[in-house]
């Protein structure tokens, strides 16, 4: 992971991708959100979606998983670089988080972040706070995920 | 798809209170579980790792904490209304951590309540969520729309 001083507003990172199967899409629904349309080919076939649609809650803790992978990455390339490797922290919260098309049962979603802000944290000094736009597209390139995500990000030469 | 006769349609959402959902408890399993699979930094997993964090403890995932309240809402209410699913949500403010053990409660008000104007036979209902703990503190507030199916056009389904 990167250290605060080390980002730009406007970086971007490819993040990978995440293929949502059928069973995947009903397990996560049947745990968290027990709609219809999440849990049954049919009824997602009857319902706004078209086919058996995946919880928007699995579509964006798919995208934390890949956020987390490629934080670690990072972290493995600082440490092999002999340099420090940043601990992010927790999140505040996020806004405007999008479902904007539905993803079903064999799409693959490419998701990726971009950098919108940085700002330091008035109340925490060794921190800063970066607001990140992450988003998700289908196989066919059309977008059908967006988030404006913030995080605590800590600056490089703060241990207090 | 015949709604049952106590199914809740746009007309039964008013501005104003809606109730109270649970106690839901969650686990340190399930906080590992998820965490594992979705969002494995070490503050969501390791118990050392998690005393050094910000949050100074082991803490579930926010997704996992958004995940558990998609659930609560469903078991709540959205399990018996004509839903037809959720183009986002508005804002998210993680207040407090989510610790092993906590005995979640829900607190749903309606905050808008507007027909749509793109399709006309369904409206869009707007709810504040706010989950506590025990102690009656707030772990997290989200306002999110959800798209649900008017009266008449329930009754011409069930008609026709």
Known sequence: MRFFEDIEVGQRRELGSFTFAAEGIKKFAAQFDPQ????????????????????GWHVGSAC????????????????ARGEEIAIWGPSPG????????PVLAGDTISFATEVLSLRSSSSRPEWGILEARN????????????????AFVPRRNSKS | ???????????????????????????????????????PQPMHL??????????KGLSGSVWHLCSIIMRMMCDGFIGRTASLGSPGVNELRWLAPLRP????????????????????????VTFRAVVNNAAGQALCE?????????????AAEQAG
């Open chain 2, 142 to 154: 989200m306002v999110s729309p959800i798209i649900v199916r008017r009266r008449d056009e329930a």
């Open chain 2, 46 to 55: 390791d118990e050392e790792a998690a005393s050094r964090s910000m949050l």
């Open chain 1, 135 to 150: 988003t998700g597209t289908n196989q066919r390139g059309e977008l059908v995920f967006s988030v404006l995500a913030t």
């Open chain 1, 36 to 55: 219809r349309f999440h849990l049954d080919e049919e009824e997602g076939r009857k319902s706004l979606f078209g086919g058996l649609a995946a919880s």
């Open chain 1, 94 to 101: 996020f806004r405007e988080l999008r479902w904007i098309r």
């Open chain 2, 101 to 124: 053990g906590d005995e979640l409660m829900l607190d749903v008000d309606v905050a808008e309540a507007r027909v749509s104007r793109s399709r006309p036979a369904t409206g869009i």
């Open chain 1, 64 to 79: 934390m998983k890949l956020l987390v992978a490629d934080g670690q990455r990072l972290a493995r390339e600082a440490a």
């Open chain 2, 1 to 39: 798809m015949s709604p049952v006769m106590n199914t809740l349609v746009f007309e039964d959402f008013k501005p104003g209170r809606l109730g109270s959902f649970g106690p839901r408890r969650v686990t340190r399993e399930e906080i590992l579980a998820f965490a594992a699979e979705f969002d």
